[in-house]
């Protein structure tokens, strides 16, 4: 009788412990250390720049080898098609045009012509802050475009935004004087020469971590490669013609060779210093590219920066943490917003966000760990309120409406003033040639009215 009352104690404790193995949370506990975190936001890629998204202007084994290391995501979406926004929306969580962004920052006539913020409210939440009051020390080295440069000279500092340390370009409220000899984005009196940007950064970053031992990092790390202009080592300053001619072409062949071998001195760097195995390393774009080289950079999809086409906001997106992401796999159907990566990331790090926060992301760590999934949130841009403040494709193809939402399989591009509907099934047309708008006419009229409500209820600064 023993025996069997020992067998059903076992049994018991068995049944027990595979239910809990199977409901394990996919987020990081109080007893496990909270993994490090790295945002790589690279600056005007295009889709398929890299190799493994199918580019071929030169090798790319470092970025490559981040796919092989992890998950390949192929519908990701930034914010917005063009940098400031973008970079605002990836930060908060929230669509950029809540904070009044709406294109790239400039000088003040600029910024009030194209009807957004000099830069973004310091009372934003940001993933920097949520990280740092759950412990983590924040680092931002690269780019920063929301805000500093040019006539805004009252633009807040970086730790308003919840930075410990930074190092960052022209464009940013405390630009690094080795990066900045002169009053402008670049220049060649730049003790840090051009060529070397990249390196600088990731240098900075993997220093940054040597510095905080014991103590989980977050950190943006925001190269202004691959943006033009391209000064590729030992190679000829960029000339600043348009179109690119073929001698501009090798220049960024150069700049993007150069830049996969700097991501991987930064892998190699996380891995000498055994911190690869708990670090969460995104690599993406802010935004399309710009020249496109007819397409050729964004694997043939309409549009380039400044366009809501796919070319403008869909982006080349890589996540890899070794023993939780599956390594070498890709996600062919779940959408991803860069709103989404502050819910995301911080559900990883085991931070409860307050209930005050209302973000436009949602979590979507279950498809990073493996299980796609339809998104089920709408996504909604917008770009070129006017004919002043905004800059367009000089392909006239590639110029969008200046609305766009995608609900599921469908997406529609329209202009506020209700012109030119059009409406493509992305899972069928991701490369939007055939306007179904005619055709469907109560989905049309389904994504207006909602593209429509949404435009309403955002600011709009005058």
């Not at 999809?301 to 939780?324: A, D, N």
């Not at 991803?336 to 005050?356: E, H, N, R, V």
């Not at 399989?409 to 899972?427: A, C, F, H, R, V």
Request: charged residues 25%.
């Amino acid at each position: 009788m023993r025996k069997y009352q020992l067998f059903a104690v076992f049994s018991l404790f068995f049944a027990a412990t595979l239910l809990a193995w199977k409901e394990k949370p996919t987020t990081v506990t109080q007893n496990a250390t909270p993994p490090n975190i790295i945002i790589i936001l690279t600056d005007d890629m295009g889709y398929s720049d890299v190799g493994c998204f199918g580019g071929n202007f030169v090798p790319t084994p470092n970025i490559d080898r981040m796919a092989q290391n992890g998950r390949k995501f192929m519908q990701y979406y930034s914010a917005a098609p063009i940098c400031s926004p973008s970079r605002a929306g990836m930060l908060t969580g929230m669509n950029p045009a809540r904070w009044n962004f709406s294109s790239f920052l400039d000088n003040k006539k600029h910024n009030k012509n194209a009807e957004q913020a000099d830069y973004l409210d310091p009372s934003a939440p940001s993933m920097a802050k949520f990280f740092k009051a759950a412990g983590y020390a924040t680092g931002h080295f690269g780019k920063w475009h929301m805000g500093g440069g040019r006539d805004v000279t009252n633009a807040p500092g970086f730790e308003k935004y919840g930075f410990d340390a930074h190092n960052s370009t022209y464009e940013s409220p405390d630009a690094d004087p080795l990066l900045t000899a002169t009053n402008w984005i670049w220049s060649d009196k730049d003790s840090i020469k051009r060529w070397d940007r990249t390196k600088y950064f990731v240098d900075k970053t993997l220093a940054f971590m040597d510095n905080n031992k014991g103590k989980p990092c977050f950190i943006n790390l925001w190269p202004d490669d691959v943006h033009t202009p391209w000064v590729p080592r030992k190679e000829t300053e960029y000339t600043g013609q348009y179109p690119m001619n073929p001698e501009e072409q090798a220049a960024f062949k150069g700049v993007l060779k150069e830049y996969d071998v700097q991501i991987g001195r930064l892998l190699d760097g996380l891995k000498a210093r055994g911190l690869d195995k708990n670090t969460i390393v995104i690599f993406t774009s802010d935004n399309g590219p710009l020249p496109s080289f007819k397409g050729s950079r964004a694997m043939g999809l309409r549009g380039s920066k400044l366009s809501l086409y796919e070319g403008g906001t869909r982006m080349p997106f890589i996540v890899q943490w070794p023993g939780h992401i599956p390594a070498g796999t890709t996600d062919e159907t779940s959408e991803i917003s860069a709103t989404d990566l502050l819910p995301t990331l911080t559900k990883f790090a085991g931070i409860k966000l307050p209930a005050t926060y209302k973000g436009d992301g949602i979590d979507r760590g279950a498809t990073f760990l493996g299980k796609p999934s339809l998104r089920g949130k709408d996504q909604f841009w917008e770009y070129g309120r006017n004919a002043i403040g905004f800059n367009y494709p000089r392909i006239v193809a590639d110029k969008s409406p200046n609305l766009a939402v995608r609900s599921g399989e469908w997406k529609l591009l329209m202009n506020s003033d209700g012109t030119d509907i059009q409406l493509y099934n992305i899972l069928k047309d991701k490369k939007e040639q055939t306007n179904l708008a005619a055709n469907e006419p109560k989905k049309t009229g389904e994504l207006k009215s909602k593209l429509m409500t949404w435009w309403q209820t955002i600011p709009h600064l005058k």
